[in-house]
């Protein structure tokens, strides 16, 4: 079982920068490929980015070079770096691990809220 709890949300102005973090408990964590998803209103949750065990990391098209995703095994914890954020960033971001062995195990943060607003 592995709880993860985000931080870091907030308001913003466009241009501005957020760093979320996710610190997990629970074994096991260097084994989980981590992500980042995020929700807007009246939208489908989307991926944002992913990063494995090894370190290859994922983008979506939408934050490609404003945004990178990092991990730190020794403190269980997977963050976010946002650079020049725009309004359409607003969402609920939420954290995520997966790992996939004969089973599948995925487990989600309760989500942070992301404002970009003037």
């Known amino acids: 079982q592995v709880q993860l709890v985000e931080s870091g949300g907030g308001l913003v102005q466009p241009g501005g920068s957020l760093r979320l973090a996710c610190a997990a408990s629970g074994s096991g964590f260097s084994d989980y490929t981590m992500g980042w998803y995020r929700q807007a209103p009246g939208k489908q949750r989307e991926l944002v980015a992913t990063i494995a065990s090894g370190g290859n990391t994922n983008y979506a098209d939408s934050v490609k070079g404003r945004f990178t995703i990092s991990r730190d095994n020794a403190k269980n914890t997977v963050y976010l770096q946002m650079n020049s954020l725009k309004p359409e960033d607003t969402a609920v971001y939420y954290c995520?691990?997966?790992?996939?062995?004969?089973?599948?195990?995925?487990?989600w943060g309760q989500g942070t809220q992301v404002t970009v607003s003037s």
């Open positions: 995520n691990a997966l790992r996939i062995t004969f089973l599948t195990y995925r487990y």
